[in-house]
T-cell receptor
Framework: DQQVKQNSPSLSVQEGRISILNCDYTNSMFDYFLWYKKYPAEGPTFLISISSIKDKNEDGRFTVFLNKSAKHLSLHIVPSQPGDSAVYFCAASDGTDSWGKLQFGAGTQVVVTP | EADIYQTPRYLVIGTGKKITLECSQTMGHDKMYWYQQDPGMELHLIHYSYGVNSTEKGDLSSESTVSRIRTEHFPLTLESARPSHTSQYLC????????????FGSGTRLTVV
């Protein structure tokens, strides 16, 4: 049963514009959320995270928004750059899980065009 | 410079062969994980370890086995490879999930023919 869902497999955006990536989850026990970026033939790298006690976290061009009532989070990239072309994974953690396991979505392929 | 290393990066092997995918980390992390990912699909947890001599099976059933004899080393073994094992295998480690999440290796792309 997939607990983290990224319903948009791909997104194309023009350089300089905003990229918005969406993620939905079903497990109400999730209390920490992360975004990872993955280039081909490489492992995912951590991008930004947010705790469930917050509704927004910002780091440079990247902002993550959390709507707990809707069980929805989004990642905004402003402005988008060609180097942002990658697959972005949403991940979630259940704070009661002492093993620290993460549940991942299927990813969204972002292509930034000139 | 990578702090977690996976070898080989790519492997093509015949059905029935025994293989071991290596994963080593230099960060002293207690928690280590193996994920399996097919193209366009989510990462599925297949094994994890809390420390030396601790291993558990993940959410996705896998015919592979793991061992954790040293903190830094978490190899994954397939006793008899099959075409259904063709996938990308990602190793990760973490200290505290709430701080930066996992550090991933570059992955092993396995093809069983």
């Amino acid at each position: 049963d997939q607990q983290v869902k990224q319903n948009s497999p791909s997104l194309s955006v023009q350089e300089g514009r905003i990229s918005i990536l969406n993620c939905d989850y079903t497990n109400s026990m999730f209390d920490y959320f992360l975004w990872y970026k993955k280039y081909p033939a490489e492992g995912p790298t951590f991008l930004i995270s947010i705790s469930s006690i917050k509704d927004k976290n910002e780091d440079g061009r990247f902002t993550v928004f959390l709507n707990k009532s809707a069980k929805h989070l989004s990642l905004h990239i402003v402005p988008s750059q060609p180097g942002d072309s990658a697959v972005y994974f949403c991940a979630a953690s259940d704070g009661t899980d002492s093993w620290g396991k993460l549940q991942f979505g299927a990813g969204t392929q972002v292509v930034v065009t000139p | 410079e990578a702090d977690i290393y996976q070898t080989p990066r790519y492997l093509v092997i015949g059905t029935g062969k025994k293989i071991t995918l290596e994963c080593s980390q230099t960060m002293g992390h207690d928690k280590m994980y193996w994920y399996q990912q097919d193209p366009g699909m989510e990462l599925h947890l297949i094994h994890y370890s809390y420390g030396v001599n601790s291993t558990e099976k993940g959410d996705l059933s896998s015919e592979s086995t793991v061992s954790r004899i040293r903190t830094e080393h978490f190899p994954l073994t397939l006793e008899s490879a099959r075409p259904s094992h063709t996938s990308q295998y990602l190793c990760a480690s973490s200290e505290y999930t709430a701080v930066g999440g996992y550090t991933f290796g570059s992955g092993t792309r396995l093809t069983v023919v």
